[in-house]
């Protein structure tokens, strides 16, 4: 059977063809749709987990326990799942286990540019790198394969663009797997020093052993033409050299780590000029240079962001996208914007006005830190507003923390905000924290988590208390608001700030996005009261326009969802409630 599919939902075929039965995420665009795809399918267990970290050892256990589990998470997430990767390379697997790493040229939806080709090379695990969604089905099914024949986990690199780009899969049956056995295996599976010595001994007899695969084996492919220019390539950027050199001789690379040293040599012998095409690091390329063959690379193509066929033309053959296509200027901006009715918009409105120093955290409302909400200081990854936050005040003093919130949400504060709460208590901080609860993983999709009890599947589940959580680790200043009544937003922020001690401050009410049901609230601007000050549109909400050639503020009835938060803004009482 054929059908258009995107990667990450051909990924999510593949291991349930290859017999699959567990699959575990935490949800990060670009890699969110791959286990809420094979959640769909029957007989198999799926989980979000709290976060990577948790997913890959909730994913070791399986593998472990005999089964051929799935592990997916956008290329950041790695680094949260890094401790427990780097030892599993060394205890290897009983069932298969493949770890997708989804990465994000040109930071689409990431706080960062990171090429993890790299765990690959220092965990010693190898790495495939599917070019389409045909096989990105395939080579999933033949990272477990490859797993189980070498004792080792598989990873899959990914990149944006192939996670969510469609092309056409045939797809397949399903696999007859059968559960393999368990049996305690201490020497193996408990990595004590002297445990981990003799793994590590088996670790490098692995790798030569795949380094030996590699040479031979048909994910690694050559494409003659003309050969005055032979290309080294892999990923999304092979699709980017058929479409911009069709000519050229091509070595395509499906295994990216261990690299085929001998069949590169005898490529580059047969060619005139060697060029890797590769985004982000020159992780092939300085393997390449480290044998003695010259090869060209980034000193033609960029470490920044992703490729194009536009790009590859530009540098190779000379042609701009001025001379194809006759661009003369760059489309517009669109800037990103919190969604009308957004529970967020009030409290970056609120901070902002309050002048107060926020260190925020990753999630949709890091949108605040945007014109015009201008509503956020710090953002560096998941959890660490809070950690941020304490760190200023104990560099700056208590009197700073009089000025400072550390702002988090809901499904990150599960994810790694619980942790630095801890030490605020135990080290004696006295930071104020908002949680941001909108009752949902909101930037990803809408997934659960913890909080919202309910499974990746929507059944009913345990729910995490929020409140309740934070007086357990030692906050005895908790208060629950709404975040679009401003005057109660406001005055629990002055009166947690005011404490010197540590505080939270748990602003809940759902994203719109997910609301049960509308307002049912229209709103108007009455021109005789308007005086076109526009302070309402400071708020950036798509729901309520200025216009400038009659010098006053309209709604905007498409995007308006009756929140209520512009009329709290409105000093002049301009907008009123549509009477129907």
């Known amino acids: ?99 997708v790493s989804a990465d994000d040229p040109g930071m689409h939806s990431s706080q960062n540019e990171q090429d993890n080709r790299g765990y690959g090379k220092f965990a010693k695990i190898p790495v495939l790198e599917p070019s389409d969604s045909q096989e990105a089905l395939e080579f999933c099914k033949k990272g477990f394969e490859l797993s189980e024949e070498f004792d080792t986990p598989v990873m899959m690199r990914i990149t944006t663009r192939l996670a969510h780009s469609q092309t056409m899969v045939e797809t397949g049956e399903k696999q007859e797997y059968e559960i393999k ?95 890797v095409i590769e985004e982000l690091e020159p992780v092939i390329e300085e393997q390449i240079k480290s044998w003695g063959v010259k090869v060209e690379g980034k000193e033609l193509f960029s470490l920044l962001g992703e490729y194009s066929p536009e790009l590859i033309e530009e540098v190779l053959k000379g042609i701009s996208n001025e001379d194809r296509y006759g661009l003369v200027k760059e489309i517009p901006g669109r800037p990103p914007l919190l969604c009308p009715g957004c529970p967020h918009r009030g409290v970056f409105y609120t901070l902002r006005k309050m002048r107060l120093m926020v260190a925020g955290d990753i999630g949709c409302y890091t949108l605040g830190a945007l014109s015009p909400l201008d509503g956020m200081d710090t953002t560096i990854c998941m959890g660490a507003s809070i950690g941020t936050a304490m760190g200023m005040e104990k560099a700056r003093g208590e009197e700073f923390a009089e000025k400072m919130v550390a702002v988090i949400g809901d499904s990150t504060f599960v994810h790694s905000g619980i942790t630095p709460l801890i030490d605020i208590v135990y080290n004696q901080g006295t930071s104020t924290v908002l949680i941001l609860d909108n009752d949902t993983t909101a930037m990803t999709g809408h997934q659960e988590h913890p909080a919202t009890g309910k499974t990746i599947t929507s059944q009913p589940t345990r729910k995490l208390d929020l409140v309740e959580l934070v007086k357990s680790i030692g906050i005895e200043n908790v208060q629950v608001v709404d975040p679009l009544k401003l005057d109660e937003l406001q005055n629990a922020l002055k009166e947690e700030l005011g404490k010197r001690e540590p505080s939270v401050i748990i602003a809940k009410r759902p994203c719109a996005l997910i609301a049960s049901k509308p307002s049912g609230v229209r709103y108007y601007v009455d021109p005789e009261l308007c005086t076109g000050c526009k302070l309402c549109i400071r708020i950036g909400c798509t729901g309520i326009n200025f216009l400038d050639e009659e010098k006053i503020a309209v709604m905007n009835d498409n995007n308006c969802v009756g929140c209520g938060l512009c009329p709290q803004i409105c000093k002049f009482d301009a907008i009123k409630v549509l009477e129907v």
Do not use: C
Request: proline content about 5%; glycine content about 8%.
């Open 181 to 275: 056995g368990y049996k305690k295996n201490a020497p193996k599976y408990v990595m004590l020093p002297a445990n981990a010595r003799a793994r590590h001994v088996e670790v490098e007899k692995r790798i030569l052993k795949l380094k030996e695969y590699a040479e031979s084996s048909e994910l690694n492919r050559i494409e003659w033409g003309d050969t005055s220019i032979g290309v080294i390539t892999s990923g999304v950027p092979y699709q980017y050299v058929k479409e911009a050199l069709p000519e050229v001789s091509i070595l395509k690379l499906g295994m990216v780590n261990p690299l085929p040293e001998n069949m590169i040599k005898e490529f580059s012998h047969k060619v005139e000029r060697l060029i």
């Open 1 to 99: 059977m054929k059908r258009l599919m995107i990667g990450n939902e051909a990924i999510a075929r593949g291991a349930y063809e290859a017999g699959a039965t567990v699959a575990t995420a935490y949800p990060g665009t670009p890699s969110t749709e791959i286990v809420s795809s094979f959640a769909k399918f029957d007989d198999v267990y799926a989980e979000w987990s709290p976060n990577e970290k948790v997913a890959l050892e909730v994913g070791i256990g399986a593998s472990i326990g005999g089964a051929r589990t799935l592990v997916a998470m956008k290329h950041v997430g790695v680094n949260v799942a890094a401790d427990p990767l780097y030892t599993f390379a060394y205890t290897g697997v009983n069932g298969g286990l493949v770890l």
